[in-house]
DNA sequence: GAGTGGTCTAGACCACCAA
DNA sequence: TGGTGGTCTAGACCACTCT
């Protein structure tokens, strides 16, 4: 790990646990280049990564100031299934499990080749599963992975973390995700599993995970109950 | 504007007019530091935003990837409002109209209170306004504003565009935004002015926007039609 | 005017990928 | 093994805020 990402780490354990209570100051810069033995630049993309998640801001001549994370601690989490949903869950202690409803190996319509970067026949995995917390369902995810890159999925990966058998099992590093949110009306499939009524809306996340090398690893539908589901972003401006 | 954003808006010129075409290899950065004689660092910093962007992807020894376009370039645009819609719209060529439908001063509730840090006495001015493209409904805004922050707002700015007041008269500057986006059902107000179905879903994006010196400024819940309008997020690992 | 953060440099070392 | 991007330094200058 880089040095300005131990450094970060270092500072948001201290804003975490109010070490830095809310709305005071940070040490400015130069103390903090005594304090960790960086360099001043190396301080500030330490800075900078906590900038980026909305934990401090920086004003020229004013000071770094911590922030009051009252609005980011909802209920609602923010919606990023490829770093592991489970993981997010277990953290806060409740209890999540899925099902496993569909678990085929196919050959990609064309809009799976699309999304994928595939040809017809290169088969892929269509995944439907559905996750409860606490034993109620929240969302329904329709998910299609490329089998060739995620050789030997069981269904018991499916029924606990896909996510850990990549990143773990089979050594796979993620470069990001594009994501699309909407509002849907909820057909037959979500009533049933989400035990939703006829009228009760869908929040679908459309997203499309990349690894490092640039592939295409997932396509997936996630079709999340309205009232158990938000999805939250923080947009700090560059300049 | 700083050296490295000049570089960035060179480089991302480049790569939008297919100069540097997708899936080719951008010039590594010792060449572009002698091209724009810039130190190493600041080629770095000018590539980082790229990548942000998810104009650029790099990696450690294999160089610097210009990525696909084809995923970003769809019809549902960012929801981010505070950046101007109307200036979004422009430059897509699209007729974008605004209609103001409450344009009151008041004194906040709680809930406005907690989230745009007032006190009771002190005023705020509540805007329902209705926007159109090309004569179509597509969201219905709630927007609180400070009225110590926003002076002299009048029905002639939220006819046109609130943003260009606040950052071109008024010369304030943001800091960026808290968004939660959730799936509701539409209500009566929804489905008069979006002119929508009684069982049609609403995408709400629910902000704070916050300026520079850390004030609030905004506090809006955006309710978009839902086969009008989605929300695109960009995630980029860190690692 | 004193103190703060933002930028920039020239050079160095290292980790990683590809041939 | 050679070329690439990632990190880090020590110091410098500048823009901004606060009082």
Redesign the pocket.
């Known amino acids: 790990m880089?040095?300005?990402e131990e450094i970060a780490k270092v500072l948001r354990e201290r804003i975490k646990s109010e070490y830095y209570p809310p709305d005071s100051l940070?040490p400015?810069?130069?103390d903090l280049v005594e304090e960790f033995?960086?360099?001043?630049?190396?301080i500030?993309?330490a800075?900078n990564i906590l900038a980026l998640d909305g934990l401090i801001y920086?004003?020229?001549?004013?000071?770094?100031r911590i922030l009051n994370r009252s609005f980011w601690d909802k209920d609602t989490s923010p919606a990023d299934e490829y770093r592991g949903l489970s993981k997010q869950m277990n953290e806060q202690h409740r209890n999540l499990t899925s099902e496993s409803i569909v678990f085929e190996i196919e050959f990609p319509d064309e809009k799976i080749q699309d999304k994928l970067l595939l040809n017809a026949h290169q088969p892929v995995y269509k995944i439907i599963r559905l996750r409860k917390i606490d034993e109620e369902p929240f969302v329904l995810e329709h998910t299609y992975m490329p089998a060739h890159i995620v050789p030997n999925l069981t269904e018991e990966h499916i029924a606990t973390s896909i996510y850990s058998y990549l990143k773990g099992d089979l050594g796979l590093k993620f470069a990001g995700a594009y994501r699309n949110i909407q509002a849907d009306k909820s057909d037959k499939y979500d009533q049933d599993y989400l035990e939703c009524k006829v009228d009760d809306p869908i929040l679908e996340v459309e997203q499309v995970v990349y690894l490092k090398d640039g592939r295409p690893v997932e396509y997936s539908r996630s079709r999340n109950r309205y009232d158990k589901r938000g999805y939250t972003v923080l947009d700090v401006q560059q300049n």
Chains 1, 2 share one sequence.
């Open positions: 880089a040095k300005y940070l400015n810069q130069v033995g960086a360099s001043r630049m190396t500030k993309k800075l920086s004003r020229r001549g004013a000071g770094t």
